[in-house]
Structure formats: structure tokens, C-alpha cells
């Protein structure tokens, strides 16, 4: 698996090359530089949710990548164009954040089936708890949770807007999916001791 931890938190950019090229997607947006840096082509960005450190690169992505479809629900919608609702507002790590591009998104939810490559699809599993614009992604053998599930780590859902009984559900959910389909959990940020 190909990733970046971003400097923003340790969160993880997953790229998931289509096999065409140096085409690519990628599972949310950080450092775009680094991305860059190794000549990937970014055809769409899959949003595990719409907090600041998982979509601050997303203006420079789609200013060099202008074809880029960004994918998310309503609710990421709504985080991207406000920085009190994505947080940018309130850490000094990134500036206020408002996504510039708004014609670029691709509304998603539960169920739905993005393709990626002739042999690639990802599967969206709506995992509302830590926010309600957290979905998760079921591409090949793994399974792609963001903040919904990250191994050893209690979900975070102390935010205004976090539903911690919607968040057990989703662990369960994440958790029953993993066993039945054996696969491997691809979290949203890098955990060091
Ligand atoms: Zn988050």
C-alpha cells in the first residue's frame, strides 16, 4: 500500500494507483507536495470525513489537478466550505480552511460503488459517529477508515457534532466486515507509542 503521513497530525493520504499511467486516487488530502513530488496524477480524492487534517491540501490538488472529482456526503459538503465545521478555524496548524471548488464534488453515501480502475471499485460505507461526514471504503482486500476505526485507539467523539452510540455502531459494523471479508483496516492516521 502505497501512503503519505502528512505533517498535519500524522494523518495517512492512501494512493491508490488505477494502473493507467501515474494516474491515481487518493483516500483524503494532506501534503500535496509530496504527492506530487513522485508524479502522480490524481484523478479523484475518496474523503474519509471533512476535518481539517484530512482535506487541507485539497485547493492546491485541485488548482494542478483541475479534472479531480472529490468525493463525499452531504455533510463533508458542508464541512468543506466552513472552517468553524472542519476546524481549520481553531488550529494554528493550517489556515482557515474553505474548499474552492465546489463544482468538483461528487455527492456519495452508503452503498454507493465508485470505480477506480477496470478492475478496481470502492464499496462506501456510511460510518457516522466521530462526524457525520465519516465513510469509510471497501477497495479490494482493504478497508479504508479514517477516524471511524483506527486499531487500538478509541474513537474519538468528543466533538459538538460526534454521536458516540453512532460510532460503536460503526466500529461494529467496520469490525463485522472486516472478519466476513478478511481484510485489512487501512486507518486514517499514523499511531506511534
Ligand atoms: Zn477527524
Given amino acids: 500500500m502505497n501512503y503519505i503521513v502528512n505533517s498535519v497530525f500524522n494523518s495517512i493520504t492512501y494512493i491508490l494507483p488505477t494502473g493507467e499511467e501515474k494516474d491515481c486516487y487518493l483516500v483524503d488530502c494532506g501534503d500535496v507536495e509530496k504527492v506530487i513530488e513522485h508524479g502522480w496524477h490524481v484523478k479523484g480524492v475518496l474523503l474519509t470525513h471533512a476535518h481539517f487534517d484530512h482535506i487541507y491540501g485539497l485547493n492546491k ?33 493550517v489556515e482557515d480552511f474553505v474548499f474552492a471548488f465546489p463544482e468538483r464534488v461528487v455527492l456519495i453515501d452508503d452503498g454507493d460503488k465508485i470505480k477506480i480502475a477496470e478492475d478496481m471499485w470502492a464499496e462506501v460505507i456510511a460510518t457516522p459517529g466521530h462526524a457525520e461526514s465519516c465513510l469509510s471504503y471497501k477497495i479490494g482486500k482493504y478497508l479504508f477508515t479514517g477516524d471511524s476505526y483506527i486499531p487500538g485507539i478509541k474513537v474519538y467523539t468528543s466533538f459538538p457534532r460526534s454521536d458516540k452510540a453512532a460510532a460503536e455502531q460503526s466500529v461494529n459494523r467496520l469490525l463485522q466486515l472486516q472478519k466476513e471479508c478478511c481484510l485489512d483496516i487501512m486507518p486514517g492516521h499514523l499511531v506511534t507509542e
Fill in 61 to 93: 490538488l485541485v488548482d494542478i489537478f483541475y479534472d479531480a472529482l472529490i468525493y463525499t456526503n452531504e455533510a463533508g459538503r458542508e464541512g468543506l466550505m466552513n472552517p468553524k465545521r472542519n476546524f481549520s478555524r481553531y488550529h494554528d496548524e
